[in-house]
T-cell receptor, first 111, second 116 residues
């Protein structure tokens, strides 16, 4: 069945460090891929998305590229800030009603 | 402000006492869904609704009911809660359909439920 696998956390980085959070997926059909972010005490909010192979989603300095050949959608940011501390979820949607989320990766950025 | 509103935000109850978590959205979205978030398991879909009077099971529907009598509301009902339903619950909505942005979810702030 469809699934999303993302790297275990927590990830602890110093401010201005480079961030990578790995995400791979298995899906039938042609999924859309997402990264959602959850700040403490809040619901999830969309960070970025990509709807087809080779698309690059970007927002707030974060980027992820839809790689069909490696079934991956890794999240990257060149220089993290303390305010980026949150839980990050990789997700896919094969149809507009079916969503699969990864287990989440907690990021902690130290000043 | 466009939003999804859930109530209550926090609830402690006892085994077997029926409860309802309400969810309302003000964006005229077609699609609504419920998820539970558990440590190490991420978010799992409980039920979803493509439109009024159209609901279907997600991956973990056991012990839950939903209804969609109006477009804006999608309550989650626990007829006889058990301790294994202790969790953080999220309601979400999206435009639905097949256009750009159709499947981008807007989430509520969450409802933390404890069943003793």
């Amino acid at each position: 069945g469809d699934s999303v696998t993302q790297m275990e956390g927590p990830v602890t980085l110093s401010e201005e460090a480079f961030l990578t959070i790995n995400c791979t997926y298995t899906a039938t059909g042609y999924p859309s891929l997402f990264w959602y972010v959850q700040y403490p005490g809040e619901g999830l909010q969309l960070l970025l998305k990509a709807t087809k192979a080779d698309d690059k989603g970007s927002n707030k300095g974060f980027e992820a590229t839809y790689r069909k050949e490696t079934t991956s959608f890794h999240l990257e940011k060149g220089s993290v800030q303390v305010s980026d501390s949150a839980v990050y979820f990789c997700a896919l949607s094969v149809w507009t009603y079916k969503y699969i989320f990864g287990t989440g990766t907690r990021l902690k950025v130290l000043a | 402000e466009a939003q999804v509103t859930q109530n209550p935000r926090y609830l402690i109850t006892v085994t077997g006492k029926k409860l309802t978590v309400t969810c309302s959205q003000n964006m005229n979205h077609e699609y609504m869904s419920w998820y539970r978030q558990d440590p190490g398991l991420g978010l799992r879909q409980i039920y979803y609704s493509m439109n009024v009077e159209v609901t279907d099971k997600g991956d973990v529907p056991e012990g839950y009911k939903v209804s969609r009598k109006e477009k804006r509301n999608f309550p989650l009902i626990l007829e006889s809660p058990s301790p294994n339903q202790t969790s953080l619950y999220f309601c979400a909505s999206s435009l639905g359909g097949y256009g750009s942005g159709a499947n981008v979810l807007t989430f509520g702030a969450g409802s933390r439920l404890t069943v003793l």
